[in-house]
C-alpha cells in the first residue's frame, strides 16, 4: 500500500498477518490494482472458511458479488453502501480473525477512497 | 464463587465471576436475541454471531452467549452497531434460505421465522444464491434438507456430545460449508441410531421426522380396513402442550376421543403392552438370575397370585447384566457400537412392537377380524420406531398365520409431532374434548405401564412385579425413588430372597457408552439390570415429541408421568387383568413357546467398533 493511513496499529499488524497468512507471496501475472488485490483476499477468505460463523461464512460471499460487481464498473451506490455495511458487520461480529480481516480490509479501502465511485 | 460488578445498557448487576454476559443480562432484565445458543445441549460456540454485543474498550463486538462476564466490563446491547449487525446476520441466513414458509413443516415453530419478526427484519438487502443440496430421505426416520441448513451446528453438538454417535459432521469452506452426515454417506448408511435428537435441537426444517400422515389418512378412509392405533407412555403427558395446556399434563381421556374422532376403529394403549413386557423380560430377568447366578435348573416363582414352577434352562448362557430392549435407536446403539456384547439385551420386543403382532393375532381371533385387514398405528414419542416397526424381522403375525399378505406387524409410526399435525388439521378442539377410554382387549393399563415414559420407569416397573414374583410377598412401598431422577446415571440394589439385585439406570447415549464401556472390561459382573434410554430424560424426551422439548419441559413431563402412576388404581403390570387374560386365553406362561415367536426379537451385528 502506497498511501499514508491513519489506522489502528493493532489493525494494521492483524491484518498484515493475515495477508501474510495465504502462504507467503502472491505472485501475480500481470500488474493488478490495488481494489484486485482486495478482492482477490476477499475470495481467499471465503473459500478458506471454516463455516462455522454466519458473517465469514455468507457475508465474504456477498462481499465478493460485491467487488466483482465493482471490476466490471457494474456497483450502484445503493450497492457501495450496502457493501460498507457488511464490511463493518463482518469485521466486528466474526468469530475469528479470517473473518474479521476480511470485513476491515474492505473497510479501510471504502473510508481511504480505495474503492471509488465510478 | 467470587462476584463481579458489571454494567449492562446503563443497569448494575451483580453475578459470579464467569457468568456469560447472556446470563447476566438476564439479571437486568435485558433479553439478548440468540439463535443458535442452546443451553440445555451446552452449545454455545457463537455461529450464527446474532447474540453479538458492544464492551466498553473493546473494538469488536463479542458474542453474549460466551463471553464471561469480567469485574467493572461496560456492556451495551442495543447500539446501532450492534442492531445493524444482528439484522445483517438473520438477512444473511435468509439470503441463503428459502423463503417458503408456509409449506415448510415448521411454519410457525421455525425460531428464524420467530427471529426474523423479533428483530423486525424487513429486508433481504443482498442477493444470495438458494443452495442446492440433495435431499436426504434415506432413513425411515428422518429426512434432511440441506438447503434450509443455517450451519448452527446444534445437532453436531447433540450427535457428539451428548448421544456420542457421531453421525454428522461440518464440511466445507465458505457458502459450500454444510452439516452433513459424516463422510457425505446418505443417512442411512451411517451410523446413525435414529434418535432424532437432532430434529429436537434443529431450529429450521433442515431435519425433521418423516411424515407418515398421508398413509394413516388412506388407511382410516378405506371402508376394507380395521385400523387400530396404540398410544405410547410418554404420549399421554404430552399431546395437550401443542393445544396450550402446560406440559405433564394428563389428556389421556381427551388423546382417546381426539383418536376416536379421527376415524380409528379401536384406540389402544401402548401402556397395556408395556405391562406385558414387564411380565416377559421380568420372567426373562428372573431366568437368568436363577439359570447362571444361583446355578438352578428350575425356580418357584408367584405369578398372577399362583406358585409355578419355571424351567430356567433356556436362559442358561444368557449373560448378567441384562439390559433392556424396548428404546430402538438403543438397540441400533448396540448393533453400531457393542456388536459383542448383544446377548446381553433382553429378547423382548418393545412394547409397541409386542401389541402388533398381539392385534393381528390375539385381537384377531377375539373379535373374529380377518387379519390381513388390521392395519396397526402407533403413536410415538420417537423417530427411531420408524426404524424398528421398518426391520425386517417384525413379521411375526405374518409367519404365525403363514400369510405374506399380513404385512408388517407395525404398519404404521406417527411421532407426536406427526399427530399433532393431524388432529389440528382435522379442526379438533383437543383441550375442551370430553374424557372417553380405551377399548377393550389391549386399553387397560397399570401405573407401571404408564412410567415407562420417563427414565428410570421400565426398571421401576420390572421391579414392582419382579420383587413379588420371586419373594412371593407384596412390595412394602411401591415407589423406588432411587432409580428416578434425572441425574445421567443412578444406581440400586434390592434384597430379594437371599440376592442382592444390583440395577443400574442411564439416559442420553453418552452415559449408556460410560455403562456399556465398563460391561465389556468386566467391570460390571455383579449388576443384573441395566434399563437405558437414548433420549435424555426418557422416552417423554424423544426425537418425536413437539420441538420445544428442553430440559425444564422434559422435567415437568417426566412429573406428569409419575403423578399419573400415583393416581391409577392398579400399580403393578401382574395385576393388569387384561394381561392376566391373554396368558390364560393365549399366551400361557411368560417366555413360553407362544411368547417366543410372537413377542421376542433378535438382534444384528451392524458395526465392526
Known sequence: MQRELRTDLQDLYRVISVVGAIGGCIFLERDVSIEELIKFFVSFAQKNSCGKCVPCRVGTKWMEVLLERYLKGELSAEEKKLLKILAEDIGASSRCDLGKVAGKIVNYALEYGLIEEK | ?609
Request: glycine share 8%; proline share 6%.
Open chain 2, 1 to 609: 464463587m467470587k462476584e463481579v460488578k458489571v454494567v449492562i445498557d446503563g443497569k448494575e448487576v451483580v453475578v459470579p465471576e464467569g457468568t456469560p454476559i447472556l446470563k447476566a443480562a438476564e439479571k437486568a432484565q435485558v433479553k439478548i436475541p440468540t439463535l443458535c445458543y442452546c443451553e440445555w445441549i451446552k452449545h454455545d460456540i457463537g455461529a450464527c454471531r446474532v447474540c453479538v454485543v458492544e464492551v466498553e474498550g473493546q473494538k469488536d463486538l463479542v458474542t453474549a452467549c460466551n463471553t464471561p462476564v469480567k469485574d467493572g466490563m461496560v456492556i451495551k446491547t442495543n447500539t446501532p452497531k450492534v442492531r445493524a449487525a444482528r439484522k445483517l446476520q438473520v438477512e444473511m441466513m435468509l439470503s441463503e434460505h428459502h423463503l417458503n414458509c408456509p409449506v415448510c413443516p415448521r411454519n410457525g415453530t421455525c425460531e428464524l421465522q420467530k427471529l426474523a419478526e423479533e428483530l423486525n427484519v424487513r429486508a433481504i438487502r443482498p442477493e444470495g444464491e438458494r443452495k442446492k443440496w440433495e435431499i436426504d430421505d434415506s432413513s425411515p426416520s428422518i429426512v434432511r434438507d440441506p438447503n434450509k441448513c443455517i450451519v448452527c451446528q446444534r445437532c453436531v453438538t447433540v450427535c457428539n456430545e451428548i448421544q456420542t454417535v457421531g453421525a454428522l459432521e461440518l464440511y466445507g469452506n465458505g457458502v459450500e460449508a454444510i452439516v452433513r452426515p459424516v463422510g457425505g454417506k446418505p443417512l442411512i448408511e451411517t451410523q446413525c441410531v435414529a434418535c432424532g435428537q437432532c430434529s429436537i435441537v434443529c431450529p429450521v426444517g433442515a431435519i425433521v421426522e418423516k411424515d407418515e400422515t398421508e398413509k394413516v389418512w388412506e388407511a382410516i378412509y378405506d371402508p376394507e380396513k380395521h385400523v387400530v392405533v396404540q398410544t405410547a407412555p410418554a404420549t399421554h403427558v404430552t399431546i395437550g402442550e401443542a393445544f396450550g395446556l402446560p406440559p405433564g399434563t394428563d389428556i389421556t381421556g381427551k388423546l382417546v376421543a381426539a383418536l376416536k374422532r379421527l376415524g380409528f376403529d379401536a384406540v389402544f394403549d401402548t401402556n397395556w403392552s408395556a405391562d406385558l413386557t414387564i411380565l416377559e423380560e421380568g420372567t426373562e430377568l428372573i431366568g437368568r438370575i436363577a439359570a447362571n447366578q444361583m446355578g438352578l435348573d428350575k425356580i418357584e416363582v408367584t405369578l398372577f397370585g399362583q406358585k409355578i414352577t419355571l424351567d430356567v434352562t433356556p436362559f442358561k448362557g444368557r449373560p448378567l447384566p441384562q439390559t433392556t430392549s424396548c428404546c430402538p435407536a438403543w438397540i441400533k446403539f448396540m448393533e453400531e457400537f457393542y456388536p459383542d456384547l448383544l446377548n446381553h439385551i433382553s429378547s423382548c420386543k418393545s412394547p409397541q412392537q409386542m401389541l402388533g403382532p398381539v392385534a393381528k393375532t390375539y385381537y384377531a381371533k377375539k373379535k373374529g377380524i380377518d387379519p390381513e385387514k388390521i392395519f396397526v398405528v402407533s403413536v410415538m414419542p420417537c423417530t427411531a420406531k420408524k426404524f424398528e416397526a421398518a426391520r425386517p424381522e417384525m413379521v411375526d403375525a405374518s409367519k404365525y398365520w403363514n400369510n405374506p399378505n399380513i404385512g408388517r406387524d407395525v404398519d404404521v409410526v406417527l411421532t407426536s409431532r406427526e399427530l399433532i399435525k393431524m388432529l389440528k388439521e382435522a379442526g379438533i378442539d383437543f383441550a375442551n374434548l370430553p374424557d372417553e377410554n380405551y377399548d377393550p382387549i389391549l386399553g387397560t393399563s397399570t401405573g407401571a405401564g404408564q412410567i415407562f415414559g420417563a427414565t428410570g420407569g421400565v426398571m421401576e416397573a420390572a421391579l414392582r412385579t419382579a420383587y413379588e414374583a420371586v419373594t412371593g410377598k407384596t412390595l412394602p412401598r411401591l415407589d423406588f425413588e432411587e432409580v428416578r431422577g434425572i441425574e445421567g446415571i443412578r444406581e440400586a440394589s434390592i434384597e430379594m430372597n437371599g440376592i442382592t439385585v444390583k440395577v443400574i439406570v442411564a439416559h442420553g447415549l453418552g452415559n449408556a457408552r460410560k455403562v456399556m464401556d465398563k460391561v465389556r472390561a468386566g467391570e460390571m459382573k455383579d449388576y443384573h439390570f441395566i434399563e437405558v434410554m437414548a433420549c435424555p430424560g426418557g422416552c417423554i424426551g424423544g426425537g418425536g415429541q413437539p420441538v420445544w422439548s428442553d430440559m425444564a419441559t422434559r422435567i415437568e413431563r417426566i412429573k406428569g408421568i409419575y403423578e399419573r402412576d400415583k393416581r391409577l388404581p392398579l400399580r403393578k403390570s401382574h395385576e393388569n387383568p387384561e394381561i392376566q387374560a391373554i396368558y390364560k386365553e393365549f399366551l400361557e406362561l411368560p417366555c413360553g413357546h407362544l411368547s417366543h415367536s410372537l413377542l421376542h426379537t433378535h438382534y444384528t451385528p451392524r458395526g465392526n467398533k
